[in-house]
């Protein structure tokens, strides 16, 4: 079975993680910008941050037969000092240029703030100039449905933004439906607590349907699981659901995704 695995934090995982990936057959993975659990005090961080990013993480993948893609943004997290925030982005595109970056993200909104609205409009302005793809996240818990909301509306505001070329992460029961009538693609996580279990995740393929749906396991500092995605594979097995349906779910849909992006050659 082959699978790219969407969202995953490697530079917070150990070298036995990679190990892991291999012999159970995940082989490419992209890995989105985010927070690293402090915040990130000056542009120089951020620099060192995506040099990580783009030049040690997929040599370090390389070692095990992984392909190891990124994208490059400023976190939600630390979307709040407008300051730094300019700082930071007058020098993305430098990075965004770099052979493995496959887009911006992973942007979108944390507390739904004024400040963070501004930092996510002025992502989309660099990826609509770019004409570059955007991997969203989405807020946790009881701020979803609004910040989900209020990142659609910003991203369906401008008229250069394709739905087609933009992925929302970490949906749920009650926001998968409205990223999916949107137009847009959708990621779902397995994330041990704060969102989606294996069956949670199945159920919600069973009713939404499997079109413009990716999953991912978002691994990370946290407590999560690097093999998730295989982890749902055997719930849907388990549901009688045939080779082919996994197999587009955890391979043809994400390929789908990244592969609009020239610099994508996934690992077979």
Known sequence: MRVIDPHMHMVSRVTDDYRLL??????????????????????????????????????RARQFGIAHYTWICLNPKEAEDLALADEVLSFVDEYLDRPTVLGVGEIGLNKNSKNELAVLERHVDVAARRDDLILVHTPH?????KGTRLILDVLSADSRIDPSRVLVDHAEEHTLGLILDRGFWSGITLYPVSKASPARAVDMLETYGMERVCLNSAADWGDSDP???LRAAQEMRARGHDEDAIEQ????????????????EPAC
């Open 22 to 59: 291999a012999a159970s057959g995940i082989r490419t993975l992209t890995e989105p910008a985010f927070w690293a659990g402090f915040d990130r005090g000056s542009p120089e961080a951020f620099r060192s941050y995506f040099d990580q990013l783009t030049l040690y993480e997929p040599k």
């Open 141 to 145: 818990l009881e701020d979803k449905l």
């Open 227 to 229: 093999i998730a995605t």
């Open 249 to 264: 779910v955890l391979w043809h849909n994400p390929n789908a995704f990244l592969g609009q992006c020239p610099k994508f």
